[in-house]
């Protein structure tokens, strides 16, 4: 029986183990969930969130060619925890996106330079 794979989408045997798939790390991963529910990253996503007016960013430049302004959702981390934990509190780190764009940032889809330019 096949499947379709949640981490690229295409079609997979069942077993098959996507190589795009994250790799567990139990203490990272129990950092940035004990991060994500702080009084700190609550108050620093707020702060982006009126930084950016609330508006999604990438709506507002038209990154990935789409136009309609949106409320922004959520606050991306442009270099993601896994990768630099140290930057989870850094504003040139993060950026206000509606939850498409943050699905496309979060899949790579917006390069991260790009992300970057746009909070300039």
Same mark, same amino acid.
């Given at each position: 029986?096949? %499947?379709?794979?949640? /981490?690229?989408?295409?079609?997979?045997?069942?077993?098959?183990?996507? !190589?795009?798939?994250?790799? +567990?790390?139990a203490?990272?991963?129990? *950092?940035?969930?004990?991060? %994500?529910?702080?009084?700190? /990253?609550k108050?620093?996503?707020? #702060?982006?969130?009126?930084?950016?007016?609330?508006?999604?960013?990438?709506?507002?430049?038209?990154?990935?060619?789409?136009?309609?302004?949106? +409320?922004a959702?959520?606050?991306?981390?442009?270099? !993601?925890?896994?990768? *630099?934990?140290?930057?989870?509190?850094?504003?040139?780190n993060?950026?206000?996106?509606c939850?498409?764009?943050?699905?496309l940032?979060?899949?790579?889809?917006?390069?991260?330079?790009?992300?970057?330019?746009?909070? #300039?």
């Open positions: 029986m096949k %499947r379709a794979c949640s /981490w690229c989408g295409r079609i997979h045997a069942a077993g098959y183990e996507c !190589p795009r798939k994250p790799k +567990p790390n203490k990272r991963d129990k *950092d940035i969930d004990r991060f %994500r529910g702080s009084g700190l /990253w108050a620093k996503r707020a #702060e982006i969130l009126n930084r950016d007016k609330g508006l999604c960013v990438a709506c507002r430049l038209g990154l990935a060619g789409d136009t309609d302004l949106m +409320p959702d959520s606050v991306h981390h442009i270099t !993601p925890l896994a990768e *630099d934990f140290e930057l989870r509190l850094d504003s040139d993060l950026i206000s996106l939850a498409y764009h943050h699905e940032a979060e899949r790579g889809e917006i390069a991260a330079e790009e992300l970057r330019r746009a909070i #300039e």
